[in-house]
């Protein structure tokens, strides 16, 4: 990925060719033969590898499957394949899924995993993630393992604070956070990133999310701490 320049900061990096093209083909590549096999396989091989080490470490929560996942499929709707940016939201957990699915068939059973929706942002924290989840809802099957995951206290919902694009107050944020989890099934809250400008600003906000740590699944025997 190349984003030298001032795309990142900007913001404008993820409207690029280069991003929505990657992005589509990403969340779609475990639907092929080649698909898995050049990029799937590998992906799902750096996870178990994750898995391994987050045994060894006690002061690691969890694992995230992607960070931040973009949207993609923009540029197809100007070459005639409008669905592929339709079911962009639907492509990214069925590729969370499918990850899962495979992790589990590897012998990953005991991380905690974290999924986030598009850009790590929450249905209805803007007008644009309302109007894409309302579009573009989880299918069954995709709910289902994410709820198996969920009810074995093995996935958690990550989730950003930026303002923007978040449109609705950290409070909000929150609540919709929880709600959005309490729909994969129940599963804990993770505040993975958000920013503030001054310290005692910082402080308040992890004062107010520690109370969800309380749904959190109770710690895993791991190994005693070792390199990675």
Known sequence: MN??????????????????????????????????????R?????????SRVWERHSNVVSIELLNEPPAGGLWDLFCGRPSRLLRMRTDLFRFFAAALEALAAAGVTRVPVGVGDIGQSLP??????????????????????????????????????????????????????????NYLGDCPVYL???????????????????PAASRAPPPTPRQAPGDV
């Not at 900007?10 to 969340?27: M, T």
């Not at 579009?135 to 099957?141: F, I, Y």
Request: with cysteine; aromatic share 12%.
């Open 3 to 40: 984003n030298y320049g001032s795309s990142w900061h900007e913001g404008v990096l993820f409207l690029s060719k280069q991003v929505q093209n990657l992005a589509s083909r990403l969340y779609r590549c475990h639907e092929t033969s080649e698909g898995r096999e050049g990029v799937f």
């Open 42 to 50: 590998h992906y799902v091989t750096f996870v178990t590898h994750l």
């Open 124 to 181: 209805g924290a803007s007008a644009a993630t309302a109007f894409i989840a309302c579009l573009d809802p989880l299918p069954h099957a995709v709910l289902a393992t994410l709820r198996r995951w969920a009810a074995a206290d093995r996935l958690m919902l990550a989730f950003h604070f930026y303002s923007p694009p978040c449109a609705v107050s950290f409070e909000r944020a929150c609540e919709l956070a929880h709600n959005f989890a």
């Open 192 to 210: 993975s990133e958000f920013v503030e400008d001054e310290p005692v600003a910082t402080a308040q906000r992890i004062a107010q999310v520690r």
